[in-house]
């Protein structure tokens, strides 16, 4: 599965996809985080980050391109982006859909707009994407508009978006 056209700015942050299990009604789904690993960690032209969702019954490897080059790549240890983590009462990462925060501090910054591509190894069921800021950029997943699970002051920000 491609997903094409992922309108970039900078600190606008991808860094996770994930594969949503069923789950009860009662409760929000488990979210299973791309694992961002070392592969091509020069954020320049030409730029691939390679990762893996892994869940109890499968691994899905996960590409991510981007011609034009990122802001940076974080793939083992750094800075946490996803602060605060407490799922349910202050996490801007978690809603009624969303049970847990991203695991680890793996993070792909993105920084110039135009065609990037998110490839998987097998179908992915309602992706679930985790941003520290638009930076009150727009975005654009080919002509397919997303739901905003939940939102708020992520690290350090006083605001919404204001990374």
Do not use: K
């Not at 491609?2 to 860094?15: G, N, S």
């Amino acid at each position: 599965m491609t997903m094409q056209r992922l309108c970039a700015t900078l600190f606008r942050a991808i860094p996770a996809l994930t594969l949503v299990l069923a789950a009860g009604a009662a409760s929000a789904d488990p979210i299973y985080w791309t694992d961002w690993i070392g592969a091509d960690t020069d954020p320049g032209p030409g730029f691939i980050g390679h990762g893996n969702i892994t869940t109890p019954t499968a691994t899905v490897n996960v590409t991510y391109t981007n011609a034009a080059g990122i802001g940076f790549y974080q793939s083992s240890g750094g800075i946490d982006y996803w602060t605060p983590r407490t799922p349910g009462t202050n996490s801007p990462y978690t809603s009624a859909q969303v049970d847990n925060p991203p695991t680890g501090t793996d993070i792909i910054a993105l920084r110039y707009a135009g065609d990037q591509t998110l490839t998987f190894s097998q179908s992915i069921v309602n992706p679930v994407f985790a941003f520290v800021s638009l930076n009150g950029n727009g975005y654009a997943f080919l002509n397919q508009d997303f739901e905003i699970l939940s939102f708020g002051a992520g690290r350090g920000a006083a605001a919404p978006g204001n990374h």
